[in-house]
């Protein structure tokens, strides 16, 4: 057989996704079940960093000594069948990296808002598709390499469905109405540490955890606690008047406004007189 170098990155390639995937699923699934376990929860608590990495680091051995074993035992002989193409295993390689191309060139557009990741993503499948109909390799002999690329596209396959599934997710529309931070939808749940301060009363959030905007009752002297305390270094700034002529207050008022350079934004204003604060993010 003459491997070329395509064929043996597109084998490794589905090797090497598989390994990561399987051992992360084995990982989660035995350290949530763990975790959720009465007996053993102190211990997860109390060793929570050691199991995590212990388990990632022994679910990921476990995986490579099963390819070992299984490559010596079912990876010896002839790799292909020269004189017979195979299609369908083609079909397995080429789309095994453009699945997992197309779903990082996705999330890329997502957070910059441009069109041509998207573009380049979706042409990807199509394009490994035709690919593998026009240029089939060598159909393989063995059984082994034959699980690797079945193992590999659909581990490609699961990565491609659950990322999608969190992107649907992250930009669904939520709302909160109540006095306690920690009870904001899971979404958007990190907001309430970062942006709404303690003691902080009749929230109400409208929005995704991608773009969303709130506001609540704050006391004077609970609003100076979170500005010193959260937000070291003097980022609130306080006007007594206009800061330009669209400004129509009211007076004074503390303000910290930040936008990023991938076009992502947050704005905190604290109405002084009103004691109320207002908040408005988004993530690009």
Known sequence: MKRNIL?????????????????????????CLAAGFPLARPAVIGLDRFLFFGAA????CGMIFLIVAGFRRYGGGKLVCEAEKSRGQSFLLWETPAVLLFLLLFFLSWRT???WPLAVGLCLPIAALVLALV???????NGFWSAVRVLGFASAL?????????LVWSGRTVSYRGNDPAAL???????????IPEGAADIRLEGRSTACRWSCRISEKDFRKFMDGQWPGN?????????NPEDKGPFPYYLNA???RDGGSYGLRYDIKNQTMTGLYSHH
């Open 7 to 31: 064929y043996i990155i597109l084998n490794s390639t589905s090797l090497g996704i598989a390994v990561l995937v399987i051992s992360t699923a084995v990982f989660a699934a035995v350290f």
């Open 57 to 60: 680091v022994l679910s990921f």
């Open 113 to 115: 808002d441009l069109d």
């Open 135 to 141: 240029f089939p390799f060598p159909r393989c002999r």
């Open 158 to 166: 699961g990565v491609f469905l659950l990322g999608g599934l969190c």
């Open 185 to 195: 939808p899971s979404g958007v749940r990190w907001l309430g540490g970062k942006y």
């Open 235 to 243: 980022r609130f700034i306080r006007y007594d008047g206009p800061m």
């Open 258 to 260: 930040v936008y990023r």
